[in-house]
């Protein structure tokens, strides 16, 4: 008979022994886990359907040839997979995200619970109109939020995520400038060099050509080089600007630039990424903004998902306003409407981007975050978002390098000046993740070597800052020191650092079934 | 306030720490006159979860549901059933709350997700590569007339009469701005065939749909064989991807791009969005494509791992020269998407396809029996038009009075085809005997 353990505690012997590979694949809790083409099955499924009749076709014989082919799993197979490809995935959920510019706050649930609503989740956008005044209602009460905080008079709801808002508001100059009868003759969109990379993609989507601002010492626009550059142009469709930028500080000169672009016949856009360091503080549209893209998946707290949904809503100036794209929403006295052609009010309207009427989920994700913070509470997000950021570059401006003087916004810069030879700041960033964190944002903004921008964002603690604090500056301090085991990092991660050039090399984009003689060779 | 961590004791340590007197200290940036005093004019301050749910209830109750009655809504979106395990998987902390897969060593879960995504596209399209997904499917159209023209260096796109007049349009617009122009056949029920007509040396691409927008399904392939001819690629658009388990797929009729919407398959309706684009292409122009890629490499062990890949191809590497400004997409999305389709597998995704298949075809019958109904879709899918001696308008409000939404006016979409009197209706797995009784018995009564 065995010796009875339960209920015996358990006494570890010291050893570093034993430790490494196992049969399973697995490390302990984290599970190995297969592609699901490996583990799949064609003729397995975990959805039980009905039996077709059979002896109905329509389909004129233009029917599907070969097979898809596709492995199915049952569904406790399935749960289990995801379950454990959930399992190497860093999160908010997790920890502090201090992705700069990306505004990695925490994602209420509730806002989840609002999106399943069945009056909003199992809706078609293409119902009557009527049997769905609840939605365009929760459209317009978005819409006066976002309205009112931005003081602009005009939003269109329907672009998809930032890039998409980007895209609507430039449209929106371009379709402006031709109206004027200088489409043709205004092509010049002035972009900083510190810029989302986003920004340039969107002028030259517009068929816009992009010219490049410098920035200044302080971080800023410089103004001698944006001044000679509209003195040596008559060509000027606008500016593309982001406030706060990319450094992490509001453009000091902002109201500046916005009249002299207006002097120039040009307009203002802004990009909104970082306006959670304003919200409720500051109103774009008391600083001459013509328009300005939102991103609800950053200030307003809907999830990144891993790469989107995101939403884009962009407001606009009264200059901009007739040319917004539709759809829109509109209230009578017989209720909501949609305007879904460039017709009646909408008869200067740009276009339409997109099929239907914008990111529904995301609206009432949003809403239910407004409504959560009320003005008084999204004023306290814009402070304390802030706060954490000055916190974070005041316990680390001894260790790093600062990339600027002075406070910074939301997020804060720091260059890779305090490194030694040969340890860079994606070693820095890769150490982190031993460390329990995702790294920051790295080698962004261009204007700034080896940048790291770090956004806590408010729904950090003090507590979970300072363990943060302390585990950078150690990686920090190793790095001043020249620690060449840095370059190994990460060391305790699901995974090893990738060779991302050897995946561009030769790229492989889809599983594809084994050579048989491989399979007769295993 | 709840989902605020400082408390005020924090705040003032944190402000001795950093060395100034005042949040507002931060803020000596922000010219004077756009300093606000207070808070904003015209919000309500902060409510409770209990108060913020039933404003947000409130305001649901107001709609009425696809699931309400018998409910036959589509062109473009459709009413689907959602496995639940697929929300619960797509509500995991790690997949909901996570970023752009940047740092792949803690980000496998969602690139292995996407590579799968990627394998399942490519198949199901019958393509080489699929990317990690666009923003819905007329933002992938507009996408891919505008890839057409890079990869041929020609700036002439010629759409379909049956494509998807929102998807027209999102072409339209982002091709006018470009330079490209734009030919538009005009809106027919059975008129893709006509786009072989319409190529020649300056053309980039002609795009073309099936199921078309009236539901028509159609063999592409001799446009594929003229586009070709002239060096010019094919487009082939779907809206349903469900469809794909039954009907001829692009890759079968010769597409060199294929795009189209994914909702169908995991996300619901949702009021027209989010939703989810896919786009898969040959493996030519993969190097043109829009968009994320996730591809397969090793880590430092030589363990197979997963990345974002080819990259170089991207706005926030090539800024100006990128081939699209896509960022943000439709991840979470995609990830309903191919959860749904593992639950599904092969078999089980051409079985679901032939049940709307059948949904179709038993509507199609009980309302073609109804005296006064001609049916104008010769061959479909899951969604057909049909056309009564009264304006569509009108019937569909009165099948509405009945408890039945009937479908979509095709005036709704077209207001210029001078189809007033043409509905679109959709089956799916959704519906029932009993639902198309009631349509069959509804519209009987009101026309």
């Known amino acids: 008979m065995g010796m009875q353990t339960i209920g015996r505690p358990t006494t570890p012997t010291a050893s570093g022994e034993g430790a490494g590979s196992t049969v399973s694949g697995a490390k302990g809790l984290l599970q190995r886990e297969d592609l699901i083409f490996e583990v799949g099955d064609i003729d397995k499924t975990g959805v039980d359907l009905p039996s077709p009749k059979g002896g109905k076709d329509r389909l004129g014989g233009v029917q599907r040839k070969r097979r898809t082919e596709l492995p199915g799993l049952s569904e406790p197979e399935a749960v289990r997979h995801y379950m454990r490809l959930s399992q190497r995935n860093y999160a908010i959920d997790l920890g502090l995200f201090p992705l700069g510019s990306c505004t990695m706050k925490h994602n209420p649930r509730l806002n989840e619970k609002a999106a399943r609503m069945a009056g909003f989740a199992d809706i078609h956008p293409l119902q009557p109109q009527h049997t769905v005044q609840g939605a365009l209602e929760l459209i317009d009460e978005l819409a006066t939020w976002l309205k009112t905080l931005t003081g602009l008079p005009a939003v269109a709801m329907s672009p998809k995520a930032g890039a998409h808002g980007e895209l609507c508001g430039m449209l929106a100059i371009r379709q402006a400038l031709i109206a004027r009868g200088e489409g043709d003759a205004r092509k010049r969109v002035l972009v900083p060099a510190s810029a989302h990379g986003t920004n340039p993609a969107t002028a030259i989507q517009c068929g816009f050509i992009v010219d490049e601002i410098k920035a200044d010492a302080r971080g800023r626009v410089d103004m001698t080089d944006l001044r000679s550059k509209l003195e040596q142009t008559d060509d000027i469709a606008g500016i593309m600007l982001t406030n706060p930028n990319t450094c992490g500080l509001f453009e000091t000169d902002i109201r500046e630039i916005a009249d002299l672009i207006h002097a120039a016949g040009g307009y203002f856009y802004c990009d909104g990424a970082n306006f959670n360091a304003i919200v409720g503080r500051v109103r774009p549209g008391d600083l001459g903004v013509d328009a300005m893209h939102i991103n609800l998946h950053k200030t307003f707290s809907t999830p990144h998902g891993g790469g989107g949904p995101g939403s884009g809503p962009t407001v606009l100036s009264d200059a901009l306003a007739p040319f917004a794209p539709v759809p829109g929403v509109v209230k009578d006295e017989d209720g909501f409407h949609l305007v879904e052609n460039a017709e009646g009010e909408a008869r200067e309207a740009f276009g339409r981007m997109v099929a239907f009427h914008g990111q529904m989920g995301m609206f009432v994700r949003a809403l239910t975050y407004m409504l959560s913070h009320g003005a008084d509470g999204l004023k306290q997000v814009a402070e304390d978002a802030v706060l954490n950021a000055n916190y974070v570059q005041a316990r680390l401006n001894h260790i790093m390098t600062p990339a600027f003087e002075g406070y910074c916004m939301h997020e804060a810069l720091f260059s890779d000046a305090f490194t030694a030879d040969g340890i860079d700041t994606i070693d820095i960033a890769k150490a982190l993740i031993d460390e329990g964190y995702h790294p920051m944002t790295m080698y962004f903004p261009l204007v700034v070597h080896g940048a790291m921008l770090i956004e806590p964002t408010e729904t950090e603690s003090k507590q979970e800052l300072d363990r943060f604090c302390d585990a950078l500056a150690d990686v920090a301090q190793r790095a001043a020191q020249g620690d060449d085991g840095l370059k190994g990092a990460p060391y305790l991660a699901p995974k090893k650092r990738l060779d991302e050039t050897r995946a561009a090399r030769k790229p492989v984009l889809k599983w594809t079934p084994p050579a048989p003689e491989a399979i007769a060779a295993e | ?447």
């Open chain 2, 1 to 447: 306030m709840r989902y605020l961590p400082l408390t005020p004791e924090d705040r003032a340590a944190m402000l001795n720490t950093i060395g100034a007197a005042s949040v507002d200290d931060f803020y000596d940036d922000v010219p004077q006159s756009a300093r606000l005093s207070g808070t904003i004019d015209g919000l309500p301050d902060h409510q409770g979860e209990l108060a913020v749910e039933r404003h947000l209830a409130r305001l649901s109750e107001k709609n009425r549901t696809a699931s309400d009655g018998p409910f036959y809504v589509g062109a473009g979106a459709y009413k689907h059933h959602v496995p639940a395990s697929v929300d619960m998987i797509i509500q995991r902390s790690e997949f909901l709350t996570t970023y752009t897969p940047y740092q792949p060593e803690i980000a496998q879960g969602t690139l292995q997700t996407l590579f799968e995504f990627q394998t399942q596209v490519a198949a199901m399209t019958a393509m080489d590569v699929a990317n990690a997904s666009m923003y819905d499917g007329s933002t992938a159209c507009a996408e891919a007339a505008v890839m057409a023209c890079r990869a041929t260096r020609r700036k002439k796109v010629v759409l379909s009469g049956g494509l998807h007049p929102h998807y027209a349009a999102a072409t339209r617009l982002l091709c006018e701005a470009q330079g490209i122009e734009v030919i538009e056949l005009e809106p027919a029920i059975d008129s893709e065939l006509e786009l072989a007509n319409h190529v020649d040396e300056t053309t980039a691409c002609v795009i073309g749909q099936s199921p078309n927008v009236f539901g028509t399904v159609t063999d592409l392939s001799p446009v594929a064989d003229a586009a070709h001819a002239q060096k010019a690629l094919l487009v082939s658009v779907f809206t349903e991807a469900v469809s794909l388990g039954l009907v001829t797929p692009p890759g079968e009729m010769g597409a060199d791009i294929a795009v189209g919407e994914g909702q169908s398959i995991g996300n619901p309706l949702t009021f027209g969005g989010p939703y989810v684009g896919l786009f898969a292409c040959t493996q030519k122009l993969v190097r043109q494509m829009p968009g994320r890629l996730c591809g397969e490499t090793v880590d430092a062990d030589g363990a197979r791992g997963f990345v974002l890949t080819l990259s170089t191809r991207e706005q926030h590497i090539r800024r100006d020269k990128a081939t699209s400004n896509i960022c943000t997409n439709s991840g979470l999305c995609a990830l309903a998407f191919t959860a749904h389709m593992t639950l599904l597998g092969g078999k089980g995704f051409e079985h679901l396809a032939q049940l709307n298949h059948e949904a179709a075809c038993d509507l199609a019958d009980a309302l073609s029996a109804v005296p006064g109904v001609e049916i104008l879709t010769p061959r479909f899918f899951n969604e057909f038009a049909f056309e009564t001696s009264i304006n569509a308008d009108a019937v569909l409000a009165m099948l509405d009075e009945r408890g039945v939404l009937g479908g979509v006016r095709a005036s709704r979409l077209l207001p210029e085809s001078g189809m007033g009197n043409v509905i679109i209706a959709a089956a799916t797995e959704c519906t029932t005997q009993e639902d198309i009784a009631a349509y069959a018995a509804a519209l009987k009564e009101v026309i």
